[in-house]
């Protein structure tokens, strides 16, 4: 620790007996550095922020439209800074003095494409900002900037618009005429293998449907068939008169007997069958009443009227024998149509496959037609309500500002650094200079480094006036730094009035 204590004072020894050529070297260097600092010219920054606010002008434009427009916007804020819109930036502004020839212009866009940023801050809101040495020129850039980004977007979108219209329109134009000959080559086939047939649709198509027809036909004719059973039955178990009121009168027994008959016959009719609850019980009271009707005397009968029930059921065995009919012969010309549907598949087993090919060409055909047609529609309603309105609508947020003091260089820190580069580039100089002289600051220093004994040391001696003239060159040095010092506070004073009277 002794032995690092020694050292940091014999260095600031050296440093202190070559004082004066590090006060001068931190001069010089500090004159020099500010002088540079001097020769940096202001540089000014304006910013503007746009808002993007992308409108839904038709009810039915999907997500896809909208992610379509905010890439729409992000390409043009990414070509912002393009060659074609720098120059009209320099076109257009007061930078257009400044350039004579087309080299002097791509000099100037050159200079702007290093000065101008854009710089997304959200989703929809973004920053662009420009740096120039006259601040009337950055805040036009800017201005100009934005001009250009409105301009450019509306007429893109215009111009798309138009070329997607006439695009869709040729497209249109093809399909039509594609169209058209996939249904002459339709009708054609049509006439030729499939006007005697019956039926609409492909072969295969008539065939289906037949055979559906026939089935549910073959379900109602059974239905129908049942209850014309059902009908006979009862119509069998019916007297067809029954005794009037000159012969002998009918017991309670026979009587019931034809009254839950008479209910049993109308539970038929409905559809219902033995297993049916109601049927059960019907039949369950019929035979009781039966049993007791066996037992009862039977009275001599004059003469009778026609029963009533039994022409009712007459009646309905009419109606269900004339459906059954209808649907007998219902179901004997399906099965005509489906043996000459068949009779033609089997004889020409190619028409089917033509057909199949000739209706699904013109299915496609069809339906690439209507998406256009509707494609069509939606981009001209777009482009009429983008000529109206526009579909992205822009905000400025803040303005172009008008800058009054440079954001750059930063003086005041880089007067700074010329002074601490200064001050320890002298202090460098003089500790370097004394490493080239070989002194010794002590004995025990000259004793280490030459090996021998040193027997003692004489001290200085030193006189009044040579203590006066030390203290007069100590107040000069002193003076000196001072006015190093002063000399920075004033460089650094002046800098803020300059801001000061600016602003």
């Known amino acids: 620790m002794g032995s690092l204590y020694d050292e940091i004072r014999a260095a600031l020894h050296a440093v202190w007996r070559r004082r004066w050529i590090a006060l001068a070297v931190a001069w010089a260097l500090c004159l020099a550095g500010w002088f540079v600092v001097s020769q940096i010219p202001n540089s000014y920054e304006s910013s503007a922020r746009i808002f993007v606010q992308l409108r839904q002008m038709l009810p039915n434009q999907s997500n896809t439209n909208q992610i379509q427009q905010q890439r729409d916007v992000d390409r043009v804020r990414q070509t912002l800074t393009s060659a074609v819109n720098l120059e009209k930036v320099v076109r257009g502004t007061a930078l257009s003095r400044t350039v004579s020839t087309d080299q002097d212009v791509a000099d100037r866009i050159a200079g702007l494409q290093s000065a101008i940023k854009v710089v997304a801050q959200q989703d929809n809101l973004f920053q ?22 409105v301009d450019d977007n509306l007429s893109n979108e215009r111009n798309e618009s138009t070329q997607q219209l006439a695009f869709l329109d040729e497209q249109l134009a093809q399909r039509q005429r594609q169209l058209q000959e996939a249904e002459s080559k339709r009708a054609e086939f049509q ?19 037949a055979r559906t027809q026939l089935a549910q036909v073959e379900s109602d004719l059974a239905a129908a068939q049942s209850s014309l059973n059902a009908v006979n039955a009862q119509m069998a178990g019916t007297p067809a008169t029954v005794a009037s009121g000159g012969g002998a009168a009918v017991g309670p027994a026979r009587a019931r007997v034809a009254a839950i008959q008479g209910q049993l016959a109308e539970a038929r009719a409905r559809g219902w069958t033995d297993n049916h609850p109601d049927v059960k019980a019907l039949l369950s009271q019929l035979a009781a009443a039966r049993a007791a009707a066996r037992n009862e005397p039977a009275g001599a009968v004059s003469g009778g009227t026609t029963n009533p029930l039994y022409l009712s059921l007459r009646s309905m065995q009419a109606d269900k024998a004339a459906q059954v009919a209808a649907l007998n012969q219902r179901k004997q010309q399906i099965q005509s149509d489906l ?6 598949l089997s004889d020409e087993p190619g028409v089917a496959a033509e057909q199949a090919q000739i209706e699904r060409d ?7 037609y209507d998406q256009l047609l509707a494609q069509r529609e939606q981009v001209s309603l777009q482009a009429q309500a983008q000529t109206q309105t526009g579909a992205v609508k822009f905000s400025v947020i803040d303005p172009p500002t008008a800058p009054r003091t440079p954001t750059s260089p930063n003086r005041p820190m880089l007067l700074a650094g010329g002074l601490v580069v200064g001050l320890f580039g002298g202090l460098g100089v003089a500790f370097g200079l004394s490493r080239l002289q070989t002194t010794f600051t002590d004995a025990r220093k000259l004793e ?18 040579q203590r006066a003239l030390r203290r007069r060159r100590l107040m000069l040095f002193a003076g000196g730094t001072l006015a190093l010092l002063v000399a920075f506070v004033g460089l650094v004073g002046v800098e803020f009035i300059q801001r000061g009277m600016a602003a």
């Open 128 to 149: 662009i900002s420009a740096t120039s040495s006259d601040p009337k020129i950055a805040q036009a850039v800017v201005q100009k900037l934005i001009d250009i980004f």
């Open 191 to 209: 006439s030729q293998y499939l006007s005697a047939l019956p039926g609409t649709g492909s072969l295969s198509d008539r065939i289906s449907a």
């Open 339 to 344: 043996a000459q549907l068949q009779g033609k």
């Open 362 to 368: 013109y299915s496609v055909l069809k339906d690439q």
């Open 448 to 465: 280490r480094s030459s090996g021998m004994p040193v027997i003692g040391s004489i001290g200085e001696i030193v006189t009044d006036a």
